[in-house]
């Protein structure tokens, strides 16, 4: 076993898998978000670093040991790449980030430091962290807590950045003149500020690599497309009319855009071979003056996606009759907010998992104690102002009416540990009243311990019983 680096982020070890004699490389002691880990030891796809396995007492993931270098350390040494380089790499995030994305993953942190080249082709690690991002990668909503996939995308444009200019870029799209002139479309739509300005998702991200790889900017299928030669800037043809144009806000875009909005979505086969067209799209062209005036327009789509995580932590009462010296309670709580950036009208869902673990169960047992979060009803959320803190310590006035289905709570017992999975669905409409800002979103009032109780009953609060509240509530923006 050898260390190859410690910081605050983990300690990255070099080892041998114990029964299978290979390589691998363990991130330990990380922070790590468990409900993607999980997923990431099911994922497979040659365009994601591979995670074995993940180990939960020690915060670890065991990954695949990959022969490769940074694209970091690659530009860092021989500057910036050439044009089909760059789209190569591009591409190849974007793979990885589209399989990462249809298993409910987000990145939360792609940069060049997280993309290995190895050979001809590169994959994406640093799935499953819980990052903050890093300055000139991290898109304008997740400085308001929304993540979101289309946060990966803005990411993976700025890597494309970097790639051609050999530095970081600024906040938003800056200093296009820097890049070729064939890339700057992909990187101003990639980190548009608003998020469905933006490619809809990764595979059609990819599309537009491919398009632009090959110069194909208009309706007409091209030749079979070779990544391999330069890029050239796109002929500039009318823009396509689209049927029913998305809802877009106002914003400067680079000149460049307008041929952008008549590339084609290209049928993506595998690999970096031949593509064939799949269909035309469109939508800069304003509305037509004979088009038909809608009376009542139809609630705007919604979008991204928001995720929350708390923890709760509780032992005995102290002072309180029946208590088990050092027995302990733990509440790990997982939430999800679909869609996160929402318009009044559109139907939100908030998944929450419940997971209990109750250390107890051996001799000298009690009867059971517990402890209360928050003054929450069933059936109710509680929005809370962003300003209020990621938890926030006191009440909110403000009650959301949903409806809520609550599976079967699922117990599981190993030895002196009950474990307790606990899954709920909230849903509920936007209502025409909610003021437009970001919010944060709970199914408690206020979202932290309020009390505790021991074997006897007795209450506590949550200083005397030891407890500890952390972690942030899922966001949600309201436009």
């Known amino acids: 076993m050898r260390v190859l680096s410690e910081g605050p982020a983990g300690r990255v070890v070099e080892a041998v898998r114990d029964g299978f004699g290979e390589q691998v490389v363990i991130l330990d002691r990380a922070e790590i978000v468990p409900g993607d880990a999980r997923i990431l030891a099911e994922l497979r796809d040659p365009h994601v670093v591979r995670v074995h396995e993940y180990v939960e007492s020690r915060r670890a993931l065991v990954m695949e040991a990959v022969d490769g270098v940074t694209l970091e350390r690659l530009i860092a040494e021989s500057g910036p790449m050439a044009p089909d380089a760059a789209l190569r790499v591009l591409k190849g995030c974007l793979l ?162 307008k041929p952008m909005a ?112 928050g003054d929450g009803s069933a059936g109710a959320l509680w929005l809370y102002p962003r300003t209020a803190g990621l938890l926030p310590a006191r009440s909110s006035g403000t009650r959301l009416a949903a409806t809520v289905r609550r599976a079967k709570p699922q117990t599981a017992v190993k030895g002196c540990a009950r474990t307790t999975v606990a899954r709920s669905v909230y849903a509920f409409t936007v209502d025409a009243s909610t003021k437009p800002g970001a919010y944060l979103l709970s199914p408690w009032n206020p979202p932290r311990m309020t009390r505790t109780a021991a074997g006897t009953g007795a209450q506590a609060s949550p200083a005397d019983g030891r407890a500890t509240s952390r972690g942030r509530l899922p966001a949600l923006t309201v436009r």
């Open 262 to 373: 008549a590339v084609v979505a290209v049928g993506l086969v595998c690999g970096f071979g031949t593509f064939g067209i799949a269909k035309a799209a469109g939508g800069d062209e304003p509305r037509r003056a004979a088009d038909p005036v809608v009376s009542t327009p139809p609630a705007q789509p919604g979008s991204g996606l928001s995720r929350g995580r708390l923890t709760y932590l509780a032992g005995p009462a102290a002072g309180t009759a029946g208590g088990v010296a050092g027995a302990r309670q733990r509440i790990d709580v997982a939430l999800t907010v679909s869609p996160a950036v929402v318009h009044a009208g559109n139907a939100v869902t908030v998944r929450v998992v419940e997971r209990r673990v109750d250390r107890s169960a051996c001799p000298p047992a009690t009867a059971a104690g517990g402890w209360r979060v």
């Open 96 to 257: 990885g980030l589209a399989a990462a994305h249809r298993a409910g993953i987000v990145h939360r942190d792609l940069t060049p430091a997280n993309v290995l080249v190895v050979g001809g082709a590169c994959k994406v690690t640093g799935f499953g962290l819980d990052a903050r991002g890093t300055p000139g990668f991290v898109a304008p909503e997740r400085l308001e807590g929304e993540i979101s996939p289309a946060g990966d995308l803005y990411a993976a444009a700025a890597v494309l950045y970097q790639c051609l200019t050999g530095r970081p870029p600024g906040r938003g799209v800056a200093a296009l003149e820097r890049v070729p002139e064939g890339a700057r479309a992909l990187i101003a739509r990639g980190m548009a500020s608003y998020p469905p300005a933006r490619p809809k998702s990764a595979m059609e991200f990819a599309a537009l690599v491919d398009a632009v790889a090959g110069g194909a900017w208009s309706r007409a299928a091209p030749a079979p497309v070779n990544v391999a030669a330069p890029i050239t800037p796109p002929a500039a043809v009318p823009p396509v009319a689209s049927p029913e144009p998305e809802p877009e806000a106002a914003e400067e875009r680079p000149g460049l855009l």
